[in-house]
């Protein structure tokens, strides 16, 4: 059981705008930033957004990313086949003192 | 370009230990946190263990603690993580994984491509 909330999938067409939610706590999302990875299956994680909202260099401005109080959204504007992957938060628990992902959601592009 | 390669992956006894390391490049080891984030087959991604720049600090997940202990050596750019008493659910590819930092805010900016480790009898 992940201390993260994510629901399992999400799917959409190319075009669509999806979001994907993840739940925490006061300890983790409540107090600390969230990290959003992107992941295809045999290859390494990428960042997609750091600090909550931040894109690093080379991530498409089609990935942005919010919090609100203890839960965090990422969202995927103008989905295109490419996205296709895992995707997962990740934040710092202060309670566990260490870092904490969410389970991962199956992004689907139909 | 950031370079990451992890090594020491392998199959291994339940009960038994294991070293990975992490070799490091392009970038000064030195000045950055490093962690070991792994990946059970059909599971999500799961930190393990983190170390500070200077190695002085070490953090594990509760499922290792007592079991598994961190260290690198920043003359060999090198990462490394010792695995002992290691049971079935410790089965995963292993990633290394190095923080990246803007203020106070950090996050797992480099990944390598993983180490398997297979804990089976």
């Known amino acids: 059981q992940s201390v993260l909330t994510q629901p399992p999938s999400a799917s959409g067409t190319p075009g669509q705008r999806v979001t994907i939610s993840c739940s925490g706590s006061?300890?983790?999302?409540?107090?600390?930033?969230v990290n959003w990875y992107q992941h295809l299956p045999g290859t390494a994680p990428k960042v997609l957004i750091y600090?909550?909202?931040q894109r690093p260099s080379g991530v498409p401005d089609r990935f942005s990313g919010s919090k609100s109080g203890t839960s965090a959204s990422l969202a995927i504007s103008g989905l295109q086949s490419e996205d296709e992957a895992d995707y997962y938060c990740?934040?710092?628990?202060?309670?566990?003192?260490?870092?904490?992902f969410g389970g991962g959601t199956k992004l689907t592009v139909l | 370009e950031v370079q990451l390669v992890e090594s020491g992956g392998g199959l291994v006894q339940p009960g038994g230990s294991l070293r990975l390391s992490c070799a490091s490049s392009?970038?000064?080891?030195?000045?950055?946190?490093m962690s070991w984030v792994r990946q059970a087959p059909g599971e999500g991604l799961e930190w393990v263990s983190g170390?500070?720049?200077?190695?002085?600090?070490?953090y594990f997940a509760d499922f290792v603690k007592g079991r598994f202990s961190i260290s690198r050596d920043n003359s060999k750019n090198t990462l490394y993580l010792q695995m002992d008493s290691l049971r079935a659910e410790d089965t995963a590819l292993y990633y290394c994984?190095?923080?990246?930092?803007?203020?106070?805010?950090?996050?797992?900016?480099?990944w390598g491509q993983g180490t398997l480790v297979t804990v089976s009898s």
């Open positions: 994984a190095k923080m990246g930092y803007a203020g106070s805010r950090s996050w797992f900016d480099h």
């Open positions: 392009e970038f000064t080891f030195s000045d950055y946190a």
């Open positions: 170390i500070s720049a200077s190695g002085g600090s070490t």
């Open positions: 006061d300890s983790n999302i409540g107090s600390n930033p």
């Open positions: 600090s909550h909202n």
């Open positions: 990740a934040a710092w628990d202060d309670s566990l003192n260490g870092w904490v």
